[in-house]
Antibody, heavy 119, light 108 residues
Framework: QVQLVQSGAEVKKPGASVKVSCKASGYTFTSYGISWVRQAPGQGLEWMGWISAYNGNTNYAQKLQGRVTMTTDTSTSTAYMELRSLRSDDTAVYYC????????????WGQGTLVTVSS | DIQMTQSPSSLSASVGDRVTITCQASQDISNYLNWYQQKPGKAPKLLIYDASNLETGVPSRFSGSGSGTDFTFTISSLQPEDIATYYCQQYDNLPSFTFGPGTKVDIK
């Protein structure tokens, strides 16, 4: 069965960086794209960006351009999201999600990773 | 950038009621719209894709309609397990996506 398993919770200081992993199993990793979505406490969903697991092409939300980098390691079927220059308003649960092939929606999601930015 | 609005932001309804949520795009997005359900502490779940297609395994009491800029999501008979926040999502310009602000559904 398809699974996306994310790395554990992180606590970071303002100005630091965080790198969250998302290990995929149960499907051909390189056949799908992965998006990252975050959700601040009590707030809605914010799409952060997308990466093709096939060729590594990326598309980032304008708001995060320059601070976010998404990568994949096809040898381990793992996607990564790195966010730099962290601020308190980056405190959120970060999700990875698989974009379907026939369906342009996110059909499988990771369990979420809480990133807390606090001095 | 395409902006999405949803209304209402929250609603309370009784078990068995028909519930309707609307989503509006700031420009024509054809039928490039999905609906998700998110229960507290859980990841979102895809319910409806391409505005009106039910994802496999999703109960038939959920439905979607619309095209262009105006979309509707309906629960035909609200069940206790439907308590959640519902989000629309547009994908007019892949691979970019935008979520609506969400609608919280409670039991009256």
């Amino acid at each position: 069965q398809v699974q996306l398993v994310q790395s554990g919770a992180e606590v970071k200081k303002p100005g630091a960086s965080v790198k969250v992993s998302c290990k995929a199993s149960g499907y051909t990793f390189t056949s799908y794209g992965i998006s990252w979505v975050r959700q601040a406490p009590g707030q809605g969903l914010e799409w952060m960006g997308w990466i093709s697991a096939y060729n590594g092409n990326t598309n980032y939300a304008q708001k995060l351009q320059g601070r976010v980098t998404m990568t994949t390691d096809t040898s381990t079927s793992t996607a990564y999201m790195e966010l730099r220059s962290l601020r308190s308003d980056d405190t959120a649960v970060y999700y990875c999600a698989r974009e379907g092939i026939a369906v342009a929606g996110f059909d499988y999601w990771g369990q979420g990773t809480l990133v807390t930015v606090s001095s | 950038d395409i902006q999405m609005t949803q209304s209402p932001s929250s609603l309370s309804a009784s078990v068995g009621d028909r519930v309707t949520i609307t989503c509006q795009a700031s420009q024509d997005i054809s039928n490039y719209l999905n609906w998700y359900q998110q229960k507290p502490g859980k990841a979102p779940k895809l319910l409806i894709y391409d505005a009106s297609n039910l994802e496999t395994g999703v109960p038939s009491r959920f439905s979607g309609s619309g095209s262009g800029t105006d979309f509707t999501f309906t629960i035909s008979s609200l069940q206790p397990e439907d308590i959640a926040t519902y989000y629309c999502q547009q994908y007019d310009n892949l691979p970019s996506f935008t979520f609506g602000p969400g609608t919280k559904v409670d039991i009256k």
